[in-house]
T-cell receptor, first 114, second 113 residues
Framework: DTGVSQDPRHKITKRGQNVTFRCDPISEHNRLYWYRQTLGQGPEFLTYFQNEAQLEKSRLLSDRFSAERPKGSFSTLEIQRTEQGDSAMYLC????????????FGNGTRLTVT | DQQVKQNSPSLSVQEGRISILNCDYTNSMFDYFLWYKKYPAEGPTFLIS?????DKNEDGRFTVFLNKSAKHLSLHIVPSQPGDSAVYFC????????????FGAGTRLFVKA
C-alpha cells in the first residue's frame, strides 16, 4: 500500500490559464474521488469515479472543470480559464467501494491563482 | 446546506485529560459516520467510524458515540496527548450510490503539555 499520490503539491498560476492535476490512487481501489478544501472548511465533494466511469458530479463543478480516469487507474482534474476563486486545496481520495471502507486521501495539490 | 455540522471551531485540552469533539447531522439517509484527523500540509487520515446500527465504537484511546434520535455523534479521546493536536473532521455517508462522504467544517484540537 503506497498510498494516494498527488502531483504537483503546489501550483501557482495566473488568472485565465489552464491547470491540470494528477492523482494516483491505491492500486486495488476501484473508486476515486476529488474534493476541494478552502480555509476553515471541510473537504467539499466535487466528483467521483467507479473504475473509469464518472458517476457523479457536484454542482460546484462548473463547466470549466473536467475530470478523467482513463482505464480506471490514475485520474486528472483540469481547470480551464482559472479564476481567483479557484484557489484552494484539491484533494484526491480512493476507496475500495464498500459502505464501510473509508476514503484514503492524498496530500493534495494547493492551487493559487494570482 | 450544511448536512454535517461541527459547531466548535477549536478546543483546548490539557494533556492526560479527555477531549470530546461533537458533531450534528441533518440527513436521515446517512448510514455510516467517520472521523478523520488532519495535520498541516497533509491530507485527512481516517481515524474511526461507526455504523448507524451501533451506538458506540472503540479503538484504543478513541471512542465514537452515536445518538441517532438526536442526530448527534461525538469523538472521545482519552487520555489526550500532545500528538493529538490536529484538525478533526466529522463525516457521514449514505449507504447508497457512490457512498459520497460529506464532511463538517472541522474542529481544531490543541492538547497542551
Amino acid at each position: 500500500d503506497t498510498g494516494v499520490s498527488q502531483d504537483p503539491r503546489h501550483k501557482i498560476t495566473k488568472r485565465g490559464q489552464n491547470v491540470t492535476f494528477r492523482c494516483d490512487p491505491i492500486s486495488e481501489h476501484n473508486r476515486l474521488y476529488w474534493y476541494r478544501q478552502t480555509l476553515g472548511q471541510g473537504p467539499e465533494f466535487l466528483t467521483y469515479f467507479q473504475n473509469e466511469a464518472q458517476l457523479e458530479k457536484s454542482r460546484l463543478l462548473s463547466d470549466r472543470f473536467s475530470a478523467e480516469r482513463p482505464k480506471g487507474s490514475f485520474s486528472t482534474l483540469e481547470i480551464q480559464r482559472t479564476e481567483q476563486g479557484d484557489s484552494a486545496m484539491y484533494l484526491c481520495a480512493s476507496s475500495s467501494g464498500t459502505a464501510a471502507s473509508p476514503l484514503h486521501f492524498g496530500n493534495g495539490t494547493r492551487l493559487t491563482v494570482t | 446546506d450544511q448536512q454535517v455540522k461541527q459547531n466548535s471551531p477549536s478546543l483546548s485540552v490539557q494533556e492526560g485529560r479527555i477531549s470530546i469533539l461533537n458533531c450534528d447531522y441533518t440527513n436521515s439517509m446517512f448510514d455510516y459516520f467517520l472521523w478523520y484527523k488532519k495535520y498541516p500540509a497533509e491530507g485527512p487520515t481516517f481515524l474511526i467510524s461507526i455504523s448507524s446500527i451501533k451506538d458506540k465504537n472503540e479503538d484504543g484511546r478513541f471512542t465514537v458515540f452515536l445518538n441517532k434520535s438526536a442526530k448527534h455523534l461525538s469523538l472521545h479521546i482519552v487520555p489526550s496527548q500532545p500528538g493529538d493536536s490536529a484538525v478533526y473532521f466529522c463525516a457521514a455517508r449514505p449507504n447508497t450510490g457512490g457512498f459520497k462522504t460529506i464532511f463538517g467544517a472541522g474542529t481544531r484540537l490543541f492538547v497542551k503539555a
